[in-house]
């Protein structure tokens, strides 16, 4: 079976959130290489169909999610218009089991792109800096799968939303930012900026570096989620999450 043949039969659970088998069960020799071009083959269906690449997400990127999973490096997986809410509420449907998650979305006004970026670079390219809360949701059973599957499958991205107010990337100190996120009024995660890489500017670092292998970058206006600040939480339907920044204002998210 060819890369085109297997990523047209994830794309086509991706679309109707009908969960599906590891890709690497039936097709084991596939590598991270070959999962990033299904990855691509796949956002290539989604754009004919008549969406849009808005962005990149970033993943695996606390150091202790890469030592569990037995990589070095984040993935990455890319953001379409139809995965941004406009609302803060989150539809279950054509979703398998969804996960929330706060992290801080760049927006990048300047291409950027090559192995020698630098900190410096992105915070230069950077116009603003949202709160953002991602929701994940991977199409394989279980939520079960290996590196190769989850890069295959889009680094598990579904659904995300911004905050309403932008801020200076220099208003704060994101690695500091400290968040809190709770269910239903109970408290059930917290973590702070840092858990991204040490610093958030260093996923995007990451990513830039990471695009530059296959010749890829990322284009003015595009939004960058950095990575998850906390675990992600399982979210039910009547669900309300609420997720406090540190000076930044808080988020929330009805799950209908």
Not at 39 to 47: S, V
Not at 48 to 69: C, E
Not at 130 to 144: G, Q, T
Not at 231 to 251: F, K, M, P, T, W
Request: glycine share 8%.
């Amino acid at each position: 079976m060819t890369l085109q043949q297997i990523a047209n039969q994830v794309f086509v659970h991706q679309q109707t959130g009908q969960e599906m088998g590891k890709v690497t069960l039936a097709h084991p020799t596939l590598n991270v290489q070959d999962a990033y071009e299904i990855q691509r083959l796949c956002m290539e269906q989604a754009i004919a169909n008549g969406d849009r690449l808005i962005g990149w997400k970033m993943g695996l990127t606390s150091k202790a999610k890469q030592q569990s999973v037995g990589v070095e490096e984040a993935i990455y997986g890319r953001l379409t218009a139809s995965m941004e809410l406009t609302e803060p509420v989150l539809n279950l449907e054509g979703l398998i089991h969804p996960r929330v998650e706060p992290e801080f979305a760049f927006v990048i006004n300047k291409e950027l792109k090559g192995e020698q970026v630098t900190p410096r670079d992105v915070w230069l390219a950077t116009e603003c800096i949202f709160p953002a809360l991602e929701v994940i949701d991977s199409r394989y059973k279980n939520f079960s799968f290996t590196l190769v599957d989850v890069v295959a499958d889009n680094a598990s991205s579904s659904k995300f939303l911004l905050g309403n107010q932008a801020f200076s990337p220099y208003s704060v100190s994101w690695d500091k930012v400290g968040v809190a996120m709770y269910r239903n009024g109970e408290k059930v995660q917290s973590g702070v900026g840092a858990a991204v890489l040490d610093h958030p500017v260093r996923s995007i670092v990451e990513l830039v570096k990471m695009l530059s292998r296959s010749g890829l970058s990322i284009q003015p206006g595009m939004v960058v989620l950095a990575g998850g600040i906390t675990e992600a939480i399982n979210v039910y339907r009547g669900d309300h999450i609420e997720v406090q920044y540190d000076h930044i204002g808080s988020l929330s998210l009805q799950v209908g």
